[in-house]
């Protein structure tokens, strides 16, 4: 191994960069359970990790990875032989999907391209197809992070209440929280799924399900078999089952640290921070690929991610060799390409904490690595991330 100085860079869509002060909130040492002061801690996260939902409704806290919260959110509202319906987005929809099936219900997944976000109308006239409301919930994923593509949550709202049919919305906002603007509430949505590890700046470990009363009637008949993830039980009198068991003590330190740097930024500043570096990168993209072998994965500019951007590129392209190279020369992490996007594409992560610098370093970098493996190009990437990010107002 060669030696190296300076800082990593961790440009993956998730895990993502820790701040120092959410390091330095959790390492404490250990905090007594029961408590006085961990039951204070624990209440004022539960109230204040609301705002990231914009919410009035009950945010129930995993001890689980995203992949926990799904199984959360479905587990509490759908009963075996139920259907549920999945716009495809990504591979997360994909997964999200097969995860229902794998749980006893039967998936309606909408092929897609996965270059553009999701047919708001298509979902109408399936809804409209079933009459005998078999569909219990629409299941989507407001950021796919494997193709960068935000879909249009209202829209699909819409639709769904212009077909006049009852199925529940469900979000997975894993990788919009904190990046991208989203209104649980005035949106109508009825089931939030969110995790820690990527706007939200924490290390991974915990994950979120939060449900209006509408989801949370359905969840009181609905039952695929549930006991750790069971929202019915977990506001017991005893905080104990908040958690169902004993909860992630430090994490729920740094949470609280973590909740308060966004309070601080307000999650309208941190929206248009990630807008503006992922405008950074998308310019350096639209530069990179005047050359013809590469370009974003996005169609529809109005749909590229705030918190990732997925990047396609042609054959001649080898995108394992220009990975190893940033990881081993630069110590630049990327994200890799997802299922179907596998070997087609590469992903650099712009969410979480983030900065200008962080993003031109990165470009940079990159920008370097193509160079380097004589990889064809269109010269000037980061000259127009320089100049997007000095048109933008901070
Ligand atoms: C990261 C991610 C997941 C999976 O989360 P894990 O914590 O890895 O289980 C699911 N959905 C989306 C949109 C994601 O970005």
């Known amino acids: 191994m060669s030696v190296r100085r300076g800082w990593n860079f961790l440009m993956t869509p998730g895990p993502t960069n820790i701040p120092e002060r959410v390091q330095a909130a959790m390492n404490r040492p250990a905090l007594e359970y029961a408590g006085p002061e961990f039951l204070e801690l624990s209440l004022g996260v539960h109230k204040d990790i609301k705002q990231l939902f914009r ?4 945010v129930f806290i995993y001890s689980a990875n995203g992949h926990g919260a799904w199984e959360a959110a479905l587990s509490n509202t759908i009963s075996p032989g139920d259907t549920v319906l999945v716009p495809g987005t990504g591979q997360f929809s994909l997964g999200w999907s097969e995860m229902a099936k794998s749980l006893g219900a039967n998936s309606i997944y909408l092929e897609n391209d996965w270059r553009n976000g999701v047919d708001a109308a298509e979902v109408e006239q399936k809804l409209r197809d079933d009459n005998a409301h078999e569909i219990k919930a629409v299941l989507l994923v407001h950021t796919d992070t494997a193709s960068s593509i935000t879909s249009d949550i209202p829209a699909v709202r819409k639709a769904i209440d212009a077909a006049g049919h009852p199925a529940l919305l469900m979000v997975d906002t894993i990788a919009s929280m904190v990046t991208t603007d989203y209104r649980m509430d005035e949106w109508g949505v009825d089931v939030t799924i969110a995790a820690c590890q990527k706007g939200v700046m ?8 939060a449900a209006n009363d509408k989801a949370r009637k359905v969840g009181e008949s609905a039952n695929i078999g549930r006991n750790y993830w069971d929202w019915r039980t977990r506001r017991g009198a005893v905080h104990y089952t908040w958690y169902c068991g004993t909860g ?3 994490m729920i330190l740094g949470l609280r640290e973590a909740i308060d740097m966004i309070l601080e930024e307000t999650l309208d500043g941190a929206y248009a921070r990630h807008s503006r570096l992922a405008n950074a990168v998308r ?3 639209g530069v990179w690929g005047q050359e013809g072998t590469m370009e974003m994965n996005a169609l529809v500019p109005g749909q590229a991610a705030n918190g990732v951007t997925t990047i396609r590129v042609n054959d001649t392209i080898d995108v394992n060799a220009l990975q190893s190279l940033l990881r ?3 110590g630049v992490a990327l994200g890799s390409g997802l299922g179907l996007l596998n070997g087609k594409t590469f992903r650099i992560g712009h969410m979480g904490y983030v900065s200008e610098p962080m993003i031109l370093g990165a470009l940079g970098s990159v920008e370097t690595a193509f ?3 004589d990889i064809d190009h269109g010269k000037g990437g980061v ?3 320089i100049e997007s990010l000095a048109k933008a107002k901070i």
Do not use: Q
């Open 202 to 209: 924490m290390p991974p470990g915990i994950s979120f399900t």
């Open 283 to 285: 310019a350096a993209v």
């Open 248 to 250: 992630p003590v430090n």
């Open 371 to 373: 160079a380097m493996l």
């Open 383 to 385: 000259m127009a991330a």
């Open 55 to 58: 919410t009035e409704s009950e």
């Open 328 to 330: 081993d020369e630069f």
